[in-house]
Nanobody, 124 residues
């Protein structure tokens, strides 16, 4: 089992940047494939990015490719999401999540552990 706590959300103008963090505790952080998801009001939770246990492999949703970067520091048990070039449509609650396997595709149902979420609001 792992506990996940996100931070770093807030209000930012379009074109700006934010860096989200997700602190993990419990089982060994490096045992988990980690992902970021987001959910806007009235919409389903959607995949944003995923990173392998070692950090060597990353996957992104087309909507954020080239603007967002997922990374992890296994020594600090922390996951990051650097978000640049933010757009109004990026407004959502952002969640970090963990799973033991790495079987594609990275859908929400494949993830076992979830944080409480952090709000990101982009003003246009």
């Amino acid at each position: 089992q792992v506990q996940l706590v996100e931070s770093g959300g807030g209000l930012v103008q379009a074109g700006g940047s934010l860096r989200l963090s997700c602190a993990a505790s419990g089982r060994t952080f490096s045992s988990f494939t980690m992902g970021w998801f987001r959910q806007a009001p009235g919409k389903e939770r959607e995949f944003v990015a995923e990173i392998s246990r070692s950090g060597a492999q990353t996957t992104y949703a087309d909507s954020v490719k080239g603007r967002f970067t997922i990374s992890r520091d296994n020594a600090k048990s922390t996951l990051y999401l650097q978000m640049n070039g933010l757009k109004a449509e990026d407004t959502a609650v952002y969640y970090c999540a963990a799973r033991y396997d790495s079987t594609p595709p990275p859908t929400p149902l494949r993830y076992r552990y979830w944080g409480q979420g952090t709000q990101v609001t982009v003003s246009s």
